[in-house]
């Protein structure tokens, strides 16, 4: 890998962090797996800056914490492509968050790109430069990387300094940089990656839908399963399928017989689980009186349909005159939401508020 200087030593990192910490701009992406895992395992960081590249083999150096001054440093912009799952699998790693971060992804979508823009196009559109796709499923643990992989994970950030600024520059002409400033500061919040286990039963779509008892059932059981895979480190599904979750809910079994005929597993529980399981829904149980939570349909009335289609024509109309896509300022999703009554949604903050969110709820009056 003639373009890119491999890291496998800890040493190493010092006199990197040294380099890194003179830099105005560094170009960022990691290499992860979960697909067996609850927490991403982090397997190769890629970084880019004053013309060099450096893939920092994660398996084998040790502690990042070198590292960790230099990529929270003030000064530097750190320039990732959708940052979301970076961003975690990094802080799960060090429990730091990467900052400042300008996600190139969020800045294309702000110019009038397409929101979910895949790094290659990006850069064959704005650089006119090719890129290698074939490595998108490669397991990342395996060592020795091949030359092909070594080159992918090296062409991850090569170019992501030089689409920033391009993309800058668009932004500027336009007006529109704190838009992106402001999108990129939410991803800094350490609420993101380190979810609490308490809130877990958010996840489950239409869990208050059913009736309280078996709604409390349902919350202590995505508690419990939350809790289950982060002490083993599996993933959620590989514990309990949220179908699973429904049918237990809705049971209500109190033996490990009746769990067992309500699970209808191919292969039931193991006893450690069955019980720990059980023991959560007598709590949820013993919840229910508690959850005075009213039954709600989130199917909208026919009248609250009218008023979606009316709000998102509006957006249609704004993201057009902007050149954006309506995406951008307002997902369908909180379209809906904004008719149902709900006023907690992006576009009512922040620069949305302005271009999109005012225009909404003069409309809702």
């Given amino acids: 890998m003639a373009d890119a200087i491999w890291i496998d030593r800890g040493e190493a990192l010092g006199p990197l962090a040294s ?28 970084l880019a800056a004053a013309g060099e590249v450096w893939c920092v083999d994660t398996l084998r150096v040790g502690s990042l914490d070198p590292l960790v001054r230099a990529l929270t440093a003030p000064g530097a ?36 790109l397409k929101p979910q823009l895949g790094y290659a196009d990006l850069v064959k559109t704005l650089l006119d430069v090719p890129l290698a796709k074939g490595q998108t499923r490669t397991d990342w643990s395996k060592r020795p990387l091949t030359a092909a992989q070594l080159e992918y994970a090296a062409d991850d950030v090569k170019y992501l300094n030089e689409v920033a600024s391009k993309l800058t520059e668009r932004l500027r002409a336009l007006g ?4 992106v400033i402001e999108d990129c500061l939410s991803l800094e919040d350490p609420r993101l990656y380190e979810l609490d286990p308490a809130q877990a039963w958010k ?17 202590s059981i995505a508690i419990w399963r939350e809790t289950m895979a982060r002490e083993r480190d599996l993933p959620r599904g590989w514990i309990l399928a949220d179908a699973a979750i429904f049918s237990v809910a809705e049971a209500g079994p109190s033996t490990r017989a009746a769990l067992d005929a309500a699970l209808a597993l191919p292969r039931p529980l193991n006893d450690a689980l069955a019980q720990s399981l059980l023991a959560a829904l007598r ?83």
């Fill in 77 to 112: 912009r750190k320039v990732i492509h959708a940052a979301r799952q970076d961003l975690e699998a990094f802080y799960l790693n060090v429990k730091r968050v990467i900052s400042p971060v300008f996600d190139t992804q969020i800045a294309a979508g702000c110019v009038g």
């Fill in 203 to 219: 996840r489950l779509r239409n869990l208050n839908l059913l009736p309280a008892a078996a709604r409390a059932r349902g919350r």
């Fill in 176 to 179: 529109r940089e704190h838009w």
């Fill in 283 to 365: 709590e949820g149980s013993g919840a229910a009186g508690e959850d005075s939570e009213p039954v709600r349909d989130s199917r909208p009335t026919p009248e609250q349909k009218a008023v979606i289609d009316r709000l998102a024509r509006l957006v249609d109309a704004r993201a057009q005159d902007l050149g954006v896509s309506a995406e951008i300022l307002a997902p369908r999703g909180e379209v809906k939401a904004l008719a149902m009554g709900a006023r907690n949604t992006q576009a009512l903050s922040g620069w949305r508020r302005a271009e999109i969110g005012d225009r909404l709820l003069a409309a809702l009056d």
């Fill in 19 to 46: 380099v890194l910490e003179a830099q105005v701009s560094i170009g960022l992406d990691t290499e992860f797996l979960r697909e067996r895992t609850f927490f991403p395992k982090l397997c190769l960081v890629q």
